[in-house]
């Protein structure tokens, strides 16, 4: 499997990002993962590296990126934060690797059973653990039906509308990428990753 060069990212177009993500996926849940060279991959990329992805997932351990894509050292960025919610940081992280470093899609990956949802949806609140959490709140809201307590089904509804609140303020939020997505230079996308399967399920645009 050859190590991503700058030459192979000019090449690909938003969609192969996309298909290439996909594909991984598909091997990951088959166990067929490609074989790997890593230490060649350490020394391929140690003077520069050429990613066609950015992945925001949550801290998860369950949901390790590249593992799920079937990934190499070098193909994607991987963002991780609690809930993957948008920040200030995480935008400035997406902007760099679209528009400076040259990848070709964002996709923003929920979970099933998620913690972070979960607890957003209990109304924790500890710490800086609250300010977090306040960001999975417009998905609550969505989803939220009068006061009753929300139900295991309706929490994870909050999960798949979390990445759709995530997908609208990158795009507010973000000109430089809502630009970059306008003239088809990246794709933005959501997915959701089934703990239970490892399948992961993109959402339609």
């Known amino acids: 499997m050859r190590t991503q060069t700058k030459e192979i990212q000019q090449s ?38 050429y990613p066609f992805a950015v992945v ?52 923003v990956l929920g979970h099933t059973k998620c913690g972070a949802v979960n607890a957003a949806c209990n109304d924790v609140k500890l710490g800086n653990i609250t300010t977090l959490l306040s960001k999975v709140k417009p998905a609550i809201d969505f989803i939220r039906k009068g006061e009753e307590e929300m139900s295991a089904a309706a929490i994870e509804e909050v999960a798949v509308q979390n990445v759709k609140v995530s997908i609208d303020r990158i795009r507010k939020e973000s000109p430089i990428l809502a630009e970059q997505e306008k003239f088809e230079e990246i794709e933005i996308v959501g997915g959701l990753y089934d703990v239970s399967s490892g399948i992961v399920k993109f959402f339609e645009r």
């Open 56 to 107: 925001l997932s949550c801290i998860d351990s369950r949901v390790p990126a590249e593992l799920v894509f079937d990934q190499g050292i070098g193909d994607i960025f991987s963002v991780r934060v609690a809930g993957n919610i948008i920040n200030e940081d995480v935008l400035g992280s997406m902007e760099y690797a679209c528009k400076v470093a040259g990848s070709k899609i964002i996709v």
């Open 12 to 49: 690909l177009t938003s969609e192969d990002a996309h298909r290439i993500l996909n594909e991984g996926n598909q091997r990951f849940v088959q166990n067929l993962k490609i074989q790997r060279n890593l230490q060649e991959q350490v020394l391929a990329t140690s003077q520069g590296q």
